[in-house]
């Protein structure tokens, strides 16, 4: 028996103003603006997603910070993984986690998540590189040496006594093998001794590189593109449909598909021959982010996710107590749609439905109206 499973929540740093958003968005630009512009593209959508239990929060408010650790302790979230953000030594979007590592609290376990991907215009449509993501050995050192004082702290998750460091996409880096090494090296020189370092599977790319490049899990990442179905609505005859106004253009000029057929290819994936640490969400939408194809997990419910999650614990076979991990995307992805934080049609019941799936109390939760 490897007992009860440590789950650990992405968490994005972006509600608040930064001075590189309000030049590249307009003064003020947090996740917030592209939440409550956005609204329902076909009958039964569920938009815009609006947050409920903590309201509009600022996240250079300690109180905020505090309030959102509370909830994630009393529904079962072990601790946050910080989504963090590193161009060769120019930090963006720091602020809340450096004043979680400064100030001691909230006293909540948490641990990073390089996000290592080009920061572009992709909200607009045009792709435009806004911050390039390059990589050099000498940039891994100081990146390893700026993050070893979050590494030491009593909060930080640790996996056989190791901190636990995530890599978003591991396969951009020219070498990643070398990459790691590198990182290694570089923790044991700054005095942090051996991290336990992950990959997450984000794409195609990702799928089986733990092994190759030497990482010690690999991090599941739901959804998973590479297993979803047809979208709905997406054949020839219902372009047709959509073209003479038989049927909403949304279905034609977005990805539409269901949660619960997403969540069932996610079970049947085969077990890999490597760890690799199991995700689910609570939904997907990333309407409020695409004015046009954007992807759409429709169809969600508390129960579907609970189930979902019940029976991602039950099939996953850690090798060790301490490497029962299971991720959650995400606390608060408002702009994405896959949020645990309480909103306005579920309130907390995707909250109950993971105390729920790990063994606690089960609440009644009546469906709202749509």
């Not at 440590?6 to 939440?35: C, K, M, S």
């Not at 009593?154 to 090494?181: C, H, Q, T």
Request: net charge neutral; aromatic share 12%.
């Amino acid at each position: 028996m490897t007992g009860l499973p440590r789950l650990i929540a992405f968490y994005l740093p972006q509600f608040h103003p930064i001075p590189e958003n309000d030049g590249w968005w307009g003064r003020g630009f947090t996740e917030w603006t592209n939440v409550t512009r956005t609204a329902p593209r076909f009958r039964g959508h569920y938009q815009p997603h609006l947050p409920a239990d903590l309201g509009f929060y600022d996240l250079r408010l300690p109180e905020a910070r505090e309030a959102q650790a509370a909830l994630a302790r009393e529904f079962g979230i072990h601790g946050f993984c910080y989504y963090h953000y590193w161009f060769n030594g120019r930090r963006i979007l720091e602020r809340p986690f450096t004043e979680v590592l400064a100030s001691g609290s909230p006293d909540l376990p948490f641990c990073v998540c390089w996000a290592n991907e080009n920061w572009t215009r992709g909200w607009d449509g045009s792709g435009k590189v806004l911050l390039e993501q390059t990589y050099e050995d000498d940039d891994d050192r100081h990146h390893v040496r700026s993050l070893a004082p979050a590494l030491r702290d009593e909060r930080y998750i640790r996996v056989k006594d190791r901190p636990l460091v995530l890599i978003y996409r591991a396969s951009r880096m020219p070498d990643p093998a070398r990459a790691v090494g590198v990182w290694r090296d570089e923790a044991r020189r700054a005095g942090v001794g051996e991290i336990y370092l992950c990959n997450v599977e984000c794409a195609s790319s990702e799928h089986g590189l733990a092994p190759k490049a030497g990482f010690d899990a690999g991090v599941e990442f739901a959804p998973d593109w590479t297993i979803l179905d047809e979208p709905r609505r997406r054949n020839a005859l219902w372009r047709a449909a959509a073209a003479v106004g038989l049927s909403p253009r949304a279905y034609a000029e977005n990805r539409v598909h269901d949660y619960a057929e997403m969540a069932r290819r996610m079970l049947a994936k085969p077990t890999p021959s490597y760890v690799r640490f199991p995700c689910v969400t609570p939904c997907w939408d990333n309407s409020a982010r695409r004015r046009t194809n954007a992807l759409i997990i429709d169809g969600s419910t508390p129960e579907l996710y609970e189930r979902w999650l019940r029976d991602a614990i039950r099939t996953f076979r850690p090798p060790s107590a301490d490497e029962n991990l299971v991720f959650v995307n995400g606390w608060n992805e408002w702009a994405e749609g896959n949020h645990l934080e309480p909103c306005q049609r579920w309130g907390r019941g995707y909250l109950e439905a993971t105390r729920a799936a790990i063994g606690g109390p089960a609440v009644s939760r009546p469906v709202p109206a749509a």
